[in-house]
């Protein structure tokens, strides 16, 4: 009986955790301004990507996935990097905003493909 007490009490720890306490603020390149809070940048990636994920830090700029933005975000990030990362791609960052910089936590890139998040194509009888 103290078993299922237990258990059930951790149960409700970790939803709670997950509902609460684990969400993080996601935020494109053009909303990121005056936020130093820990946050999820979602963006697209602009070149060049120069630099190094394992030494002095990866270097690449974020833009706004839609419409007309002209805010680039300088990015520095250290850790694995996804195989499907390149210019151009979709990319969820969680980090910190360190002067004019976002700061990308260790091993927190993910790359997102573009096409996937697209409206399917109609088909229209003929």
Do not use: E, W
Not at 5 to 24: C, D, H, K, N, R
Not at 64 to 76: H, I
């Amino acid at each position: 009986m103290i078993a299922l007490s237990v258990a059930a009490a951790l149960a409700v720890f970790i939803l709670y955790t997950a509902v609460v306490g684990g969400a993080t603020t996601q935020l494109s390149p053009s909303q990121l301004a005056g936020h130093t809070d820990h946050v999820a940048l979602v963006g697209s990636v602009v070149g060049p990507v120069t630099g190094d994920a394992h030494g002095a830090g990866l270097r690449f700029r974020v833009k706004d996935v839609s419409g007309p933005s002209k805010v680039l975000v300088p990015v520095v990030y250290h850790g694995s990097v996804p195989d499907l990362f390149k210019v151009g791609r979709h990319i969820v960052l969680t980090g910190r905003l360190r002067g004019a910089t976002f700061v990308g936590d260790n091993g927190s890139l993910v790359t997102k493909c573009p096409s996937k998040y697209a409206p399917a194509k109609s088909s229209t009888a003929g």
